[in-house]
């Protein structure tokens, strides 16, 4: 499989397109300083505690309060409160928390007032962006991720990926954390990080100790409600979570990107470097790669399918519907129970894709096409299983139901992703209603007047529609000879088929448009 990044830089952000065989698969897009990313840190303040949700909701700065449930304070969060006092207080110096005495961990099955008060200082993470009308979703079991590892304070726990399945792996992975670990620091070693050196895990590791660092000097000068600590950029996290051997090309379309893609590359994976590439082209990155076609194709309502199937997507609040069509597929001449499990295989294929590419989180239900045979259900689920093991985000899929539906539900941290691939209609401006027929000859001779009498112009042409040209042009005592007679000179009148039907200009003899 040949995988290649697409990043495109524009003054209102960056997107990010990731292709594999020439397919768009996943598409990311980052504005300009875009606060309350995921991996954010910030000095939350506790506005209201809400007993009855075992919650609270917590200002960050956004124009929601965030949403802070008591699972997702962590086991540590009475360390975290106690450092925060202490170093807010400035008591203590140091950055690690080797002086640290560690707090018991809180109660699983414990209440949220035990723990948090109104108004008191406690850094929480961000876990979802702000998605629809809600606010940001927060943790306060903070982590910071690195390629290889990532940092757990206020733990002293490893890890590994349960991806790496080798035991002696596992083990050497696991010895070489616990040498290179800081006191009261836990590390989850990620799945990349299978067969990698001391030098490497240890750069990696170390990197993580300075924002670490960083992010303990700015809590005590930090306002309430602001960011202390904020994640990379979303191509950089992109590129250090996915980055492996099989891509062949990065592709970036601004020298100042490139230079940031390149040095960032450089420090992960060096010998990976030469695959990043500054686009020199004067056709749009994403046009002369063909993605901009893509997305107009992927992200409408209906998609269509090769095999001439196609899939239906509606959106609701709730969950997402995906519905399965034969489309002209009926017409196969191999019989219906087999049809239908060719076209529901061709249909997950594209799902799959549809769930990366869209981003779509939450709970998806998918209407398959009707199979009676126990074995084509369960190798169609088997199929989409397998087809989602590409995606990243965490995911669970239920077997086809009786009535043949297909239940997944996936991780949403992000807003879903979500493309125009509509264009207002010219004439009725979106409305669906243009201006009555009877009164487009009255502009056009008002215009004409104006034109004629007022600027004193000669030699003008009438651009018109075809139908108008006709009903203007034809005929004995037609507009044309009746216009000539008033204005005292000969109007031209010409047919443009690309016109809609109310559309007119007028042209100059210098053959430029004239301005109304």
Request: positive net charge.
């Amino acid at each position: 499989m040949v995988k290649e990044l697409i990043i495109n830089s524009t003054p209102a952000g960056v997107t990010i397109a990731l292709i594999e065989d020439k397919q768009l698969v996943e598409l990311h897009k980052e504005q300009i300083n875009n606060n309350y990313a995921v991996g954010d840190i910030y000095l939350g303040r506790i506005k209201k505690i809400m007993p009855g949700l075992n919650a609270a909701f917590v200002d960050v700065g956004y124009e929601k309060d965030a949403f802070l449930h008591y699972f997702d304070l962590g086991p540590q969060v009475q360390s975290l409160i106690k450092l925060t006092k202490i170093k807010r207080n400035g008591s203590v110096t140091g950055t690690l928390l080797d002086n640290l005495k560690l707090e018991a961990d809180i109660n699983k099955a414990g209440k949220i007032s035990d723990v948090l008060s109104k108004n008191m200082l406690l850094p929480v993470q961000i876990a979802k962006e702000p998605i629809s009308t809600k606010g940001p979703r927060l943790s306060s079991d903070l982590s910071i991720a690195g390629r290889y590892v990532v940092l757990v304070p206020f733990s002293n726990t490893i890890s590994v990926s349960k991806k790496i399945k080798s035991n002696t792996e596992r083990n050497r992975l696991k010895k070489i954390i616990e040498s290179i670990k800081p006191q009261n620091f836990g590390v989850i070693i990620r799945t990349v990080s299978e067969g990698r050196g001391v030098a490497e895990m240890q750069k990696d590791l170390l990197d993580l100790v300075a924002k670490w660092e960083s992010f303990i000097k700015k809590v005590p000068g930090t306002e309430p409600s602001k960011r202390v600590w904020g994640e990379m950029d979303r191509s950089s996290t992109l590129i250090r979570d996915i980055l492996n051997p099989d891509f062949t090309n990065v592709y970036v379309s601004t020298p100042e990107l490139y230079d940031d893609i390149r040095s960032y590359v450089h420090d992960i994976s060096p010998e990976m470097e030469k695959i990043v590439k500054l686009y020199k082209q004067k056709e749009p990155i994403f046009e002369h790669f063909g993605i901009e076609k893509q997305i107009k194709n992927a992200f409408g309502k209906t998609v269509n399918l090769p095999g001439g199937a196609y899939l239906v997507v509606e959106h609701t609040e709730a969950l997402h519907v995906i519905d399965v069509n034969s489309g002209n597929r009926t017409a196969s001449k191999e019989n219906q129970e087999e049809n239908a499990l060719q076209v529901n295989k061709e249909a997950a294929k594209e799902i799959a894709r549809q769930l990366r590419l869209r981003d779509m989180g939450g709970i998806v239900v998918i209407d398959f096409i009707d199979m009676h045979k126990p074995t084509n259900r369960k190798m169609l689920f088997d199929y989409l299983r397998e087809l989602m093991l590409l995606d990243r985000a965490k995911h669970t899929i239920l077997p086809p139901s009786k009535f043949g539906l297909v239940q997944i539900t996936r991780q949403r941290v992000r807003p879903e992703m979500n493309i125009v691939t509509v264009e207002k209609c010219p004439a009725c401006g979106g409305t669906g209603e243009i201006k009555a027929s009877i009164v487009l000859m009255d502009d056009i001779e008002n215009n004409l007047n104006y034109i004629l009498r007022e600027q004193n112009e000669k030699g003008v042409t009438l651009c018109v529609h075809p139908y108008i040209e006709a009903y203007i042009t034809k005929g004995i005592f037609n507009l044309q000879r009746r216009w000539f007679f008033k204005y005292g000179q000969w109007i031209k009148v010409k047919a443009q088929s690309s016109y809609y039907l109310n559309e007119f200009h007028f042209i100059s003899s210098k053959d430029e448009e004239i301005k109304l």
